[in-house]
T-cell receptor, first 110, second 115 residues
Framework: DAKTTQPPSMDCAEGRAANLPCNHSTISGNEYVYWYRQIHSQGPQYIIHGLKNNETNEMASLIITEDRKSSTLILPHATLRDTAVYYCIATSGGYQKVTFGTGTKLQVIP | NAGVTQTPKFQVLKTGQSMTLQCAQDMNHNSMYWYRQDPGMGLRLIYYSASEGTTDKGEVPNGYNVSRLNKREFSLRLESAAPSQTSVYFC??????????????FGPGTRLTVL
């Protein structure tokens, strides 16, 4: 599975859009990009995933570049409850070779 | 539909004691995983089971054993606990039959302290 790189931390003002980048320059054609988040010390929670098209659900939007080497998770109107660690991973199936890393710690500021 | 459940939520052991962490999922997933997460660190895979009847080592298997009891249940055993095993343990499952994508679902975690 492709290695992903994320900034260690970001701040976002409450009510503004939070844009979290992820680099996955070695991603292969059959690997999906998945985003998870971990609030405080709870179990990680699935947010969204995509292959090459942009995706949107009730939680977030995922923008994948045309060359698929990077992506951006967008939380359109960040709230204090969105303060969490966000993980970007790439996998074609199964998680036995996935490295979650330390993700991006998003702090939403009042 | 409870998702992934783990017991116990908290546990304190003395060095050398043994214990088993239990995990169950009700989503008919094929694969199950055990991770540990140390303070300020990412998740590290201990063992996984790609399907019922199979288990394999992950990144940090030393000091642990696992059993895939059936499709629903995957247990993690510490035979002789050491302080270095103080951590938060997460169980996860993925692989809904018939789906082309593979979302992983996590349990709430077990917070283990070894004195």
């Amino acid at each position: 599975d492709a290695k992903t790189t994320q900034p260690p931390s970001m701040d976002c003002a409450e009510g503004r859009a939070a844009n979290l980048p992820c680099n996955h320059s070695t991603i292969s054609g059959n690997e999906y990009v998945y985003w998870y988040r971990q609030i405080h010390s709870q179990g990680p929670q699935y947010i969204i995933h995509g292959l090459k098209n942009n995706e949107t659900n009730e939680m977030a939007s995922l923008i994948i570049t045309e060359d698929r080497k990077s992506s951006t998770l967008i939380l359109p109107h960040a709230t204090l409850r969105d303060t969490a660690v966000y993980y970007c991973i790439a996998t074609s199936g199964g998680y036995q070779k996935v490295t979650f890393g330390t993700g991006t710690k998003l702090q939403v500021i009042p | 539909n409870a998702g992934v459940t783990q017991t116990p939520k908290f546990q304190v052991l003395k060095t050398g004691q043994s214990m088993t962490l239990q995990c169950a999922q009700d989503m008919n997933h094929n694969s199950m995983y055990w991770y540990r997460q140390d303070p300020g660190m990412g998740l590290r895979l201990i063992y996984y089971s790609a399907s019922e009847g199979t288990t394999d080592k992950g990144e940090v298997p030393n000091g642990y054993n696992v059993s895939r009891l059936n499709k629903r249940e995957f247990s993690l055993r510490l035979e002789s606990a050491a302080p270095s095993q103080t951590s938060v343990y997460f169980c996860a499952s993925s692989g809904e039959p018939g789906r082309s994508t593979d979302t992983q679902y996590f349990g709430p975690g077990t917070r283990l302290t070894v004195l």
